[in-house]
């Protein structure tokens, strides 16, 4: 098993390599187009910040994760799991990352997943800070 698992992990297939050779060829369309999609989302997600009374962030200058400050009495991973088992918006606790009161957003995919998940989650702040009063 230990020599297949090297055999397959060191060694690409056919296809793999097929495809790495056409994203080498073509990645300046490939990094444009991703660049372009990571600048309209940060601006959906900065937008959505400036405008929820409970988040708060240090805008990202780089790069495509974001943490999220929230003002709630409620530990990072319930609010996650609350929040997915609501609304099916999934964020990482900050308390797996030692920064217990953050989430941790990645926004590097879908513009338009990105643009329905927000909306839940500001329900989801609305319903919690109720709740929690």
């Known amino acids: 098993m230990e020599l297949h698992r090297d055999y397959n992990t060191i060694s690409m297939g056919v296809l793999h390599d097929f495809f790495g050779c056409l994203a080498l060829e073509n990645r300046d369309k490939i990094l444009a187009r991703n660049q372009k999609l990571l600048r309209e989302n940060l601006q959906t997600l900065d937008a959505w910040v400036q405008g929820e009374p409970l ?12 943490l999220l400050k929230y003002d709630l009495p409620i530990g990072s991973r ?3 799991i609350r929040l997915l088992q609501r609304y099916g918006v999934m964020f990482t606790p900050g308390e797996a990352l030692d920064v217990e009161g953050y989430l941790r957003i990645g926004f590097a995919n879908n513009p338009e997943v990105l643009k329905s998940g927000l909306p ?3 329900q989801f702040l609305r319903e919690l800070a109720a709740e929690l009063q």
């Open 55 to 66: 988040i708060s962030y240090v805008k990202p200058q780089a790069g495509t994760i974001a």
């Open 78 to 80: 319930d609010f996650c």
């Open 120 to 122: 839940r989650v500001s």
